[in-house]
């Protein structure tokens, strides 16, 4: 164990070498473990079956793929040696937040250690004259904004789970404040990450949190939806934004897909300054329905929130009413204290979880495409007459203020017919999404499911230099892979 630790410091000196077990490929060796023991201690080590399974996939469809091990290290210097340990053993790495990811982000395809920075949880620094926060990986979006909800700051990001913060970062994550505050990309100003190898990287400098920079590489962009494939993120600074003077959400019904998507981009063109513009097709309204206990009209619908004062608020409605009915909008409901607004939005959250329930036992599929908001319309109705001519089961929602929207597909695993249909369903609304200037991903990231897309997005020079940069900071290829590229 003392030579394997003493390894870790120089691992570039040593060959590489194999980190299975004669038996069961993928188990590691006693004493590897004993070493990831004396690191991070032995309760914070686990082998475990239930343990290993548990972090070996996430909610999408891709299959369950556990790590050898899995480790909870306690500050970023015990991560720092686990990197070390692993890269001079040449024993992947694949770090874990809370397992909320669609795209089999945390499957351990090759084996090896699984990282689960959950025990991670400070809030290491608020500085509120500054807007910003300096959070370890194990706080979520949830417990930032419980945290800040007496300093007149909130954190606007907002994806359907209660995601750790820094696996938002990792995934580029969005939500449904995206089309007013932005994407985790507009909201993280440093990152601290261990590189593969143990040293300790801050992308902008140590402790800096400035609001623009012109010095050198966008090192902190280049973290930013790299999926675990480039280091692990220990701590984030985050952009902070003053919390509204007053909100008001509403939901109103449409007599079809179309004049949705229209009112949608109207609103838009009107400069309107929405928050939050969703749209519902009919049977996603149903299941939200039907799961949350709403009392909506199955039927297309808007869900929209406006922020700002008193009477910044009046003029936002009155303009957003006249676009609705001009575009055959009815049933247009207020929702105006917070109870009303929590309850409305939670439903929106709980929109993966509501489709799932229409075919129990199966698990869900989730297209991301994004395309420019002039698009929109033509995708949104295009995909709605496919899904339906598919034989498939599946709901509409998204993020249509951004462009971006999802299919979320009900497949029996069991059946693999069923499963290739759902797939090449995703794979030609991603190729529709790329006809249209867009992208195949606008949240979800690649993961396992999408790379044959990401080729055709950038094409054969764009994908030689993410392999360039990929193999200049992990040139052992060890970091979550099988991810991305």
Not at 71 to 89: D, F, I, T
Not at 300 to 312: D, I, N, Q, V, W
């Amino acid at each position: 164990m003392a030579s394997l630790l003493r390894a870790a410091g120089t691992w570039g000196l040593f060959p590489w070498r194999g980190y299975c077990s004669r038996g069961m490929q993928g188990e590691l060796g006693k004493g590897f473990v004993e070493a990831l023991k004396a690191v991070v201690g032995s309760p914070h080590v686990s082998t475990a079956a239930a343990d290993r399974e548990q972090h070996g996939h996430d909610e999408s469809i891709h299959r369950c793929q556990p790590p050898g091990a899995v480790v909870w290290p306690q500050n970023v210097e015990q991560v720092s040696r686990l990197a070390a340990l692993c890269y001079s053993q040449g024993v992947p790495i694949i770090p874990f937040g809370t397992g909320t990811g669609l795209e089999g982000g945390v499957c351990a395809v090759q084996g090896g250690v699984c990282v689960n920075l959950t025990h991670m949880d400070r809030i290491l620094k608020l500085n509120p004259e500054d807007f910003s926060v300096v959070v370890e990986p194990g706080v979520t979006r949830k417990v930032l904004n419980t945290y800040l909800r007496d300093s007149g700051l909130w954190f606007p990001v907002d994806p359907g789970a209660d995601a750790s913060l820094c696996g938002m970062v990792a995934t580029a994550a969005s939500g449904t404040n995206a089309v007013r505050y932005g994407t985790m990309r507009d909201n993280v100003l440093n990152l601290e990450v261990v590189l593969p190898g143990g040293r300790l990287l801050h992308t902008a400098g140590l402790g800096r949190h400035f609001r623009k920079s012109a010095a050198g590489y966008n090192l902190t962009g280049l973290f930013v939806g790299s999926e675990g494939t480039l280091g692990l993120i220990t701590a984030a600074t985050l952009r902070l934004h003053p919390a509204p003077e007053a909100m008001v959400a509403a939901t109103c019904a449409f007599p079809s897909v179309q004049a949705a998507v229209d009112t949608t981009v109207h609103i838009l063109q009107a400069a309107v300054p929405v928050a939050r513009i969703e749209f519902l097709d009919e049977v996603m309204m149903d299941a939200c329905n039907r799961h949350s206990q709403l009392n909506c009209s199955v039927a297309p619908t808007l869900f929209l929130e406006f922020h700002g004062s008193e009477r910044a608020l009046a003029e936002q409605i009155e303009r957003a009413e006249e676009i609705t009915q001009h575009n055959g909008g009815s049933h247009f409901c207020w929702a105006k204290e917070a109870e009303e607004r929590s309850r409305l939005w939670a439903a929106r959250h709980n929109a993966w979880y509501a489709a799932l329930a229409l075919r129990p036992g199966c698990k869900g599929y989730s297209t991301d495409v994004c395309v420019p908001i002039s698009r929109l319309p033509e995708i949104l109705v295009q995909t709605k007459e496919d899904l339906k001519a598919s034989g498939l089961t599946g709901t509409i929602v998204g993020h249509v203020g951004d462009g971006n929207f999802h299919c979320i597909l009900l497949v029996d695993p069991e059946d693999p017919e069923e499963l290739d249909r759902v797939k090449a369903f995703g794979k030609q609304l991603g190729r529709r999404a790329l006809a249209l200037h867009g992208t195949c991903t606008g949240e979800h990231g690649i993961g396992l499911g999408k790379q044959q897309l990401l080729q055709e997005e950038v094409g054969d020079v764009g994908m030689e230099t993410m392999r360039q940069l990929k193999a200049m900071l992990d040139p052992r290829g060890l970091m979550n892979p099988g991810k991305v590229l």
